[in-house]
């Protein structure tokens, strides 16, 4: 059973699945938030094949606190930070991707995505 976590209203997964952080423009988040620069129709700053691989999923962070700076240092990206719980085995797909240590990449359906939304919160 998912336990709440003290000071805020998104609550920590249940074993078995993980529990990352996604930057979204609002509350509650729409599907649009967790579209890839792909389904957005956005260009690739380049054609090599890792970055045409990142385009197509949705960035998120393993750590609340890493997650608000992110947001904080540019707010154009969003406002809000949706707690996305990922269970293990499921339609979501998760790799750890580029060098920033808590930078994850999700690949999956976005309303599937959302769906997985536990809480939101401001940056």
């Known amino acids: 059973m998912a336990s709440r976590r003290k000071g805020n ?6 074993s078995g699945s993980v529990l990352f952080y996604r930057i979204v423009r609002g509350n509650p988040p729409r599907v649009s ?3 890839s620069n792909t389904a957005k129709g956005r260009r690739p700053w380049n054609d090599h094949p890792e970055t045409l ?16 700076a992110r947001a904080r240092g540019i707010p154009g990206i969003g406002h809000y930070m949706a707690a996305v719980r990922i269970e ?5 797909s998760y790799e750890k991707t580029t060098v920033d240590p808590h930078h994850y ?7 599937e995505l959302q769906a997985r939304v536990l809480g939101v919160t401001p940056v």
Do not use: C, K, M
């Open 9 to 14: 209203n998104i609550q920590q997964p249940d």
């Open 33 to 35: 938030d967790f579209l």
């Open 53 to 68: 691989r990142l385009w197509s999923g949705v960035s998120v962070y393993d750590d609340e606190a890493v997650a608000r």
């Open 88 to 92: 293990d085995g499921g339609p979501i």
């Open 105 to 111: 990449t999700l690949w999956g359906d976005a309303r």
